[in-house]
């Protein structure tokens, strides 16, 4: 399979631990994107990384989350201190940026992982 | 207020039948619009993506249309089968910068 993989798919745990969701992202895309998605929403950006670079976070990436891409390929998604805010599914995707389609700036063609999905209780 | 407006929040229609889905979204200028399906439980997965450019896309058994001059773009899926229950998502991209503007979805419920 090379497609987006994340792990693991569902992780469940008490309020205050800490949980890390790794991401596979498609091996010659550049550029990961980490977002966060609750029932009935749309996904909401939570950070991107070009390369090893994290070039934003979101406001809502309170400082208990911290992303990493330390080679470049694979990421990790860390929360410390969990609370029950926390729970709800988060999407990993990768493009490979300039994108190949017309239209100045593309951000390229996004492809999602199947998400890794967070209970706190 | 969010930039992309999806409608209707919800539908349920009859297998076989056709149905369209709305997005209003007031991103300017934008580079590209896409639709993706997303199953319960799943990432989502694209279905289509236009350029400013582009009137039309079309996948299979669905068709994509964009108007840029009322900001409005449309998911119409022809002969509905029960495999296309699920949330259908409309993503605007900025012309510059990375950050897509998601839609809230329109979940799809085919009914036998």
């Known amino acids: 399979d090379t497609g987006v993989s994340q792990d693991p798919r569902h992780k469940i745990t008490k309020r205050g631990q800490n949980v890390t969701f790794r991401c596979d992202p498609i091996s010659e895309h550049n550029r990961l994107y980490w977002y966060r998605q609750t029932l009935g929403q749309g996904p909401e950006f939570l950070t991107y990384?070009?390369?090893?670079?994290?070039?934003?976070k979101s406001r809502l990436l309170s400082d208990r989350f911290s992303a990493e891409r330390p080679k470049g390929s694979f990421s990790t998604l860390e929360i410390q201190r969990t609370e029950q805010g926390d729970s709800a599914m988060y999407l990993c995707?990768?493009?490979?940026?300039?994108?190949?389609?017309?239209?100045?700036?593309?951000?390229?063609?996004?492809?999602f992982g199947e998400g890794s999905r967070l209970t706190v209780l | 207020k969010n930039q992309v407006e999806q409608s209707p929040q919800s539908l349920i229609i009859l297998e076989g039948k056709n149905c369209t889905l709305q997005?209003?979204?007031?991103?300017?200028?934008?580079?590209?619009l896409r639709w993706y399906k997303q199953d319960t439980g799943r990432g989502p997965v694209s279905l289509t993506i236009?350029?400013?450019?582009?009137n039309t896309k079309s996948n299979g058994r669905y068709t994509a249309t964009l108007d840029a001059d009322t900001k409005q773009s449309s998911l119409h899926i022809t002969a509905s089968q029960l495999s296309d229950s699920a949330s259908y998502i409309c993503?605007?991209?900025?012309?510059?910068?990375?950050?897509?503007?998601f839609g809230k979805g329109t979940s799809l419920l085919v009914t036998p």
């Open positions: 236009m350029t400013f450019s582009e």
């Open positions: 993503v605007v991209s900025p012309r510059s910068g990375y950050a897509l503007n």
């Open positions: 990384f070009q390369n090893e670079a994290q070039l934003e």
């Open positions: 997005c209003n979204y007031t991103v300017s200028p934008f580079s590209n």
């Open positions: 995707a990768s493009s490979l940026y300039p994108g190949v389609e017309r239209g100045a700036s593309s951000t390229g063609e996004l492809f």
